[in-house]
């Protein structure tokens, strides 16, 4: 069985539309405008997720603010692109730390006679008067 979160298609329009307090042809409208992009069954018809619904309120109170139906568009279309950039940051920062945890010995160095050189952990430089610099780890 399929588990259910806000992206599970189960509204028809009728139905969506009740929940946004808006009329059906409305919510085909704003599908032809690619405001809001339902799912559809294999006969066509639409299928509206939570998310979608959010979605129609938050069009709803832009559009009784004065914001354009394009300007609307646009908003929907960067709040996208943000959210899916700050999956991909998410996404790097996880393989960043997971490439450091794979490497902890790199992350520790010694300068000194002869340059900057890796020190293996629980090493010491090879001179007293080198000057050993790491990071600390964080939890």
Do not use: C
């Not at 002869?114 to 629980?122: D, H, N, T």
């Amino acid at each position: 069985m399929e588990e259910l979160n806000e992206d599970s298609p189960l509204f028809v329009i009728s139905l969506a539309a009740t929940m946004a307090q808006m009329h059906p042809q409305t919510l085909r409208q704003y599908d032809r405008m690619g405001l809001v992009q339902p799912s559809r069954t294999s006969g066509q018809s639409r299928r509206y997720t939570l998310r979608n619904i959010a979605q129609l309120r938050e069009i709803a109170r832009l559009s009784a603010e004065g914001v354009s139906l394009e300007g609307i568009r646009r908003i929907i279309e960067l709040d996208n692109e943000n959210a899916e950039l700050k999956v991909r940051v998410r996404e790097l920062e996880q393989a960043l730390a997971n490439e450091m945890m794979n490497r902890p010995g790199a992350r520790i160095f010694a300068a000194g006679d002869q340059g900057v050189v890796s020190v293996a952990r629980g090493k010491r430089p090879s001179k007293a008067t080198s000057l050993v610099l790491w990071r600390a780890n964080r939890q």
